[in-house]
């Protein structure tokens, strides 16, 4: 096959979202069981501070993947 790489393309916004689900996917298995662990063998003084952390984490994730998703629609 020829490919054209002077021609820009586009990927579809379906594309992406579907390949941003599967790595969020991805990134809840690998990390499920060592934040089960940190918080099953954390004292209680630091699970203030793990679930503090995982929630800044998610927070943040949570906004780059809207302004991911916003711009994608605003094409």
Request: glycine share 4%.
């Amino acid at each position: 096959m020829n490919y054209d790489f002077s021609k820009p393309q586009r990927q579809s916004a379906v594309g992406i979202i579907i390949m941003a689900a599967n790595t969020l996917q991805h990134l809840i298995r690998a990390l499920i069981f060592p934040l089960i662990f940190a918080f099953a063998k954390a004292d209680k003084q630091y699970l203030a501070y793990i679930g503090l952390g995982v929630l800044v984490y998610w927070f943040f994730f949570l906004c780059i993947l809207i302004s991911i998703i916003e711009t994608l629609l605003s094409f």
